[in-house]
């Protein structure tokens, strides 16, 4: 079955503007969790939808903002960009239960100029 | 709460021999622990998880790792490595959602011929 699938790989994106990322599960999951990697702070969580409804947050400002549809397909928004959120951002999925395992993205490597 | 420490940032080895990477953790609750591998760029792909059971955990591409409860330890090992190995080794944990995965710094293995 297919993997999970962000888009889009690459985007350059200027201060002040905004951006939104796209996750696509492994058919059957219901969990999607995103990351944000940076050489300086390393892998950190920024929030997971479950059913529609966010269940985890990391510390992040109110800039980073996500929501989750029906088909399990998760967007990640960041609104207001700084130069500091040039990023790899990664999701991963998982079917939702216990003793599970995450599957990740290939990531889309942000950079704000 | 939960928190993982990589001891160290890179590894350099040469090629057939064999490598330990460190990892130990923190954590209130039972743990659930993996070791992930970044290629350049690219997603996270599991070497290997402990949910339970055998301290002796074996994963893909001949990668083991042991639990150690009363060290608090993780340490991955190979006894003979490959250039393919060179890559970035990230050590983690969660809970038995996986839905926020909580990463060490990483570590760089570079092989050297």
């Known amino acids: 079955k297919a993997g999970v699938t962000q888009t889009p790989r690459y985007l350059i994106k200027t201060r002040g503007q905004q951006v939104t990322l796209s996750c696509s599960p492994i058919?059957?999951?219901?969990?999607v969790s995103w990351y944000q990697q940076t050489p300086g702070q390393g892998l950190q969580f920024l929030f997971e939808?479950?059913?529609?409804?966010?269940?985890n947050k990391g510390n992040f400002p109110g800039r980073f903002s996500g929501r989750q549809f029906s088909n399990s397909r998760s967007e990640m928004n960041v609104s207001t960009l700084e130069l500091g959120d040039s990023a790899l951002y990664l999701c991963?999925?998982?079917?939702?239960?216990?003793?599970?395992?995450?599957?990740f993205g290939q990531g889309t490597r942000l950079t704000v100029v | 709460a939960q928190s993982v420490t990589q001891l160290d940032s890179q590894v350099p080895v040469f090629e057939e021999a064999p490598v330990e990477l460190r990892c130990n953790y923190s954590?209130?609750?039972?743990?659930?622990l993996f070791w992930y591998v970044q290629y350049p760029n690219q997603g996270l792909q599991l070497l290997l998880k402990?949910?339970?059971?055998?301290?002796l955990v074996k994963g893909i591409n001949g990668f083991e790792a042991e639990f150690n409860k009363s060290q608090t330890s993780f340490h991955l090992r190979k006894p003979s490595v490959h250039i393919s190995d060179t890559a970035e080794y990230f050590c983690?944990?969660?809970?038995?959602?996986?839905?926020?995965?909580?990463f060490g710094s990483g570590t760089r293995l570079s092989i050297r011929p």
């Open positions: 983690a944990v969660s809970d038995s959602s996986a839905s926020k995965i909580i």
């Open positions: 954590s209130s609750v039972s743990v659930y």
């Open positions: 402990y949910l339970s059971g055998s301290t």
């Open positions: 991963a999925t998982t079917e939702g239960g216990m003793n599970t395992e995450a599957f």
């Open positions: 939808y479950f059913s529609e409804t966010q269940r």
């Open positions: 058919s059957g999951h219901r969990s």
